[in-house]
Every structure is written in structure tokens, then in C-alpha cells.
């Protein structure tokens, strides 16, 4: 509902505009009255009622879409074990090594898995694991308090479960990290804050509630309770999925700044998830419904356009952080070549990338990482958005040929970091008019 008023003031008049959410308890004549689907929100995320929400929205996920059972469920290299017997009940495990585990039974063996945005600056003062602090972690984490209201024992987070700073057990662990989202009972979405600093449990905008006694001229017999609510705060940040978000398990919990909002949606269905409130909040879903390698890599190219918009803490991630889709492409299109983020059999097209058309030579040219990141020929080479111009509607043929192509890239992952690229073609060249 937008609200619009003007203030006179010492013989000044100004126009303003306020926009506020209506919500009804379910219960309320109010909410079938005027078909009101939006429920209070409580500014605590973790009040009495934000948590009895949080449950019956993972119960109704549940029955429309059953958690698999099997006898030996995947399980992350590391998570962490928040009943655990140490003083601060938390403390990392290695799941192979851990005594416990095996005495548990599939559903007690679930686990979620956490998706925040780490940010620059706040990224270095973080909680992490390190080779350094391995020991320390196993043994206990330093913590005042843990959510364990939604009754699951295991949590990955990769700040903690991925040692920092290690780059062969980041290779080995960003491959897996499909199968970590894919095989989570729950994965918990921080959809909004700019680094791991923000938080998602506590925040500086808590808009009151404006509760009306609403009583209808027409019916008496219709009355009940409004609750207006201010929709945004004054400023927000808002945080796009990490790549890997586009691969959930059977469910995703998404939390979000100014109304409070927590959502439970089936990735294999839904465009959109349905917050608590009653709106809904876009998602992306990579691969699924992709019933044809054209689209596949027209879907590969607007993902990779958007995940280029994103500033990365270490730029030698680049490949790393989206090899789990890529191998998930791969292995839905066994017959691709996988080449430094483009495809081998559309590389007419994936070799066509471009940056800003506003941008000068020098401004071009000048941002490249000392570290080597990917090949010149590769979109990955520069920390700048690209784009490209013909995908989509547009379908030119291949006018050149592959003679050679080399890519060395990690031992433990194939779509990891690369040390090195080649390609080698034969095309026509034009010579344009002068």
C-alpha cells in the first residue's frame, strides 16, 4: 500500500511517499475479507513465532517433497557438529573419522548447508579454518550461541569446513561443492547483506508494527485486525545467489533484510520462492528443464555474464567457485571440452565476449590480475562484467577450425585454477575497409 501525503512547512509544501506491507493473521476475518495472504512478521528472527514459521514451512516442504533416505547418505569431507561433547558444543568434524556418525541413522545424518557472501575487508577478520587452526577447530569452536532450532545436528559452512589458504583441499572441495548443495537437507540463503559481517539474525532496520481494528459499515458481522508494516528500510544492499546456489538440495531456507522474510522452495519446481509473508523472491535455477545442448550453453553464457559482475575476494577463484556447475554440465553433455569457461563446441561464440562499450582502451587493458587467472582468449582474464553479443537469438555459423587446444588446470579438479592455455585455430581474415 503506498501512502501519499504532503507536509506544509514554515511556507514550504513538500510531497512524500510511504509504502507499507498489509498483513492478517489467518485466523482474521480480515485476511478472507479482503484475501489478504500475508502474515505478521516479527521483527525477531528467532521470536517464538518466526521459529514455529520457519518449522512448518520445512514440514510442508517435506510432504510435497519427501527427504530420500538411503543407507549411506553423502556427507561433506568436513561439517560442523553443533551437539557436540566439547564445553562450547561446537566443534569441527572430519565425517570419515568421526565415531558418531556411523551409529546415526540416515535422517539424523542430515545436514544444511550455509550460503552468505563473504564481503573484502570482512573477509580477513572472519572465523576460518586454516592448516594452522585445524587442530584447534576439531577439537572445540569458540561460540556464545548456536540456532539449532530447526533439530539438525551438522552444518556446512566453508569458511570453516574448507581449509583457508590451502589450495589443494580448496581444489578438491570447490568440485565437490554441487554435491554439497545437492545432497544438503536444508541450504540456508543469506539473500541479502554484503558481507559475512552483515548478519541475517539481528539487524539495525526493525520497522514497528501499526496494528488497525478494522470494522466493516457494510457487514457487521466482518471484523478483525490489520497490521501495517513500512515495506523497506532507507537504504538496502542486496546480495545476489553465489553460483552454486543454483544447485540445491531438496530444499532452500532464504532469509532477507528490511520485512523479515524466510522462505522454503523446491528448486526442481519453483522460479520463485515464497517467503513467510506471503511474496515471493526470484531464484535462478541452472540446468534444470534444459532439454538441448543449444540451450544448455546459451544457459551457461547468461550465468557466466552475471557471475562476472561479482567482485571475488581472490581472483584465481574464478574458476574454482563455478567448477561444480561446470562438471555438472559436463556430465549432463558427456561429448563437451571443457576450455577455461567456454565450450569447446560453440567456441565461435564463446570466444566473442566483451566488456562495457563505454570503456576506454587503457581502461580495458589496465585491470588485470599480477596473478595469472586464465588465458587472454578467456573471459575470466579480466575482473570486469562481460557480455556476449550473440547469444541468444542469434545462430552464426563456425567459420574456423580448432587445430590444437591445451588447458593444464588442477590436478584435483579439472575445472579448477589454470596454469596454463592455448588455442590454436585456422580462420579467414577479413581486412576492413580503410
Same mark, same amino acid.
Given at each position: 500500500?503506498?501512502?501519499?501525503f ?16 498489509i498483513?492478517a493473521?489467518?485466523? *482474521? ?8 495472504g ?5 521483527? *525477531? ?9 520457519m518449522?512448518?514451512? !520445512?514440514?510442508?516442504?517435506e510432504?510435497?517433497?519427501?527427504y530420500?533416505?538411503v ?29 558418531t ?24 577478520t ?8 585445524l ?10 550461541? !548456536?540456532?539449532q532450532?530447526?533439530?539438525?545436528r ?5 569458511a570453516?569446513?574448507?581449509i583457508?589458504?590451502? &589450495?589443494?583441499?580448496?581444489?578438491k572441495?570447490?568440485?565437490?561443492m554441487?554435491?554439497?548443495y ?28 501499526l ?21 523497506l528500510?532507507?537504504?538496502e544492499?542486496? =546480495? ?10 531438496? =530444499? ?15 528448486p526442481s ?8 509473508d ?24 547468461s550465468?557466466?555474464?552475471g557471475?562476472?559482475a ?18 555438472s554440465? &559436463? ?5 563437451q571440452k ?14 566473442l565476449?566483451t566488456?562495457?562499450?563505454w570503456?576506454?582502451?587503457?581502461q580495458?587493458?589496465?585491470? !588485470?590480475?599480477?596473478?595469472?587467472? &586464465? ?6 582474464? =579480466? ?18 577450425v ?33
Amino acid at each position: 500500500m503506498y501512502v501519499l501525503f504532503t507536509i506544509d512547512c514554515e511556507e514550504q509544501t513538500r510531497d512524500y511517499s510511504n509504502h507499507d506491507t498489509i498483513y492478517a493473521d489467518r485466523a *482474521d476475518h480480515c485476511s478472507s475479507c479482503f484475501e489478504i495472504g500475508r502474515r505478521p512478521i516479527m521483527n *525477531d528472527q528467532l521470536s517464538k513465532a518466526s521459529l514455529s514459521r520457519m518449522k512448518e514451512l !520445512v514440514v510442508l516442504s517435506e510432504k510435497e517433497q519427501p527427504y530420500k533416505l538411503v543407507k549411506a547418505p553423502y556427507l561433506p569431507t568436513r561439517v560442523l557438529d553443533l551437539e557436540a561433547s566439547c564445553n562450547s558444543g561446537l566443534r569441527l568434524i572430519i565425517t570419515k573419522n568421526n565415531l558418531t556418525i556411523p551409529q546415526l541413522d540416515s535422517y539424523q545424518k542430515r545436514y544444511a548447508a550455509l550460503s552468505y557472501c563473504w564481503g573484502s575487508k570482512p573477509a580477513t577478520t572472519q572465523l576460518t579454518t586454516t592448516k594452522e587452526t585445524l587442530e584447534t577447530r576439531l577439537s572445540s569452536i569458540p561460540m556464545e550461541t !548456536v540456532c539449532q532450532a530447526l533439530c539438525i545436528r551438522y552444518l556446512w559452512v566453508d569458511a570453516l569446513c574448507i581449509i583457508q589458504g590451502d &589450495a589443494e583441499d580448496w581444489s578438491k572441495e570447490s568440485f565437490q561443492m554441487s554435491k554439497i548443495y545437492e545432497n544438503s537437507y536444508l541450504a540456508l540463503c543469506i539473500v541479502q547483506g554484503d558481507s559475512c559481517s552483515s548478519g541475517f539474525l539481528k539487524k539495525d532496520y526493525t520497522p514497528s508494527n501499526l496494528k488497525i481494528n478494522f470494522q466493516s459499515k457494510l457487514n457487521s458481522a466482518i471484523s478483525g485486525h490489520l497490521t501495517l508494516r513500512m515495506l523497506l528500510p532507507p537504504s538496502e544492499t542486496v =546480495r545476489r545467489c553465489t553460483p552454486e546456489d543454483g544447485k540445491y538440495g531438496s =530444499r532452500r531456507q532464504s532469509w532477507r533484510y528490511g520485512p523479515s522474510k524466510c522462505s522454503v522452495a523446491h528448486p526442481s519446481r519453483d522460479s520463485t520462492l515464497e517467503a513467510a509473508d506471503g511474496s515471493s523472491i526470484g531464484h535462478f535455477r541452472f540446468m534444470e528443464d534444459i532439454d538441448s545442448l543449444e540451450r544448455g550453453l546459451s544457459t551457461w553464457y547468461s550465468m557466466i555474464a552475471g557471475y562476472s559482475a561479482r567482485n571475488l575476494t581472490v581472483q584465481q577463484d574464478k574458476f574454482p567457485a563455478i567448477s561444480a556447475l561446470a562438471r555438472s554440465f &559436463a556430465e549432463r553433455f558427456p561429448d563437451q571440452k571443457y576450455l577455461a569457461g567456454i565450450w569447446e563446441s560453440n567456441i565461435h561464440m564463446g570466444l566473442l565476449w566483451t566488456c562495457p562499450a563505454w570503456m576506454e582502451f587503457d581502461q580495458f587493458r589496465d585491470p !588485470v590480475s599480477k596473478k595469472y587467472t &586464465a588465458p587472454s582468449w578467456s573471459w575470466a582474464r =579480466r575482473p570486469l562484467q562481460v557480455s556476449w553479443i550473440l547469444i541468444g537469438d542469434e545462430h552464426p555459423t563456425s567459420e574456423l577450425v580448432i587445430r590444437e587446444t591445451e588447458v593444464i588446470s588442477e590436478k584435483h579438479n579439472p575445472y579448477g585454477r589454470v596454469s596454463k592455455g592455448r588455442l590454436l585455430l585456422t580462420a579467414k581474415i577479413f581486412k576492413p575497409p580503410t
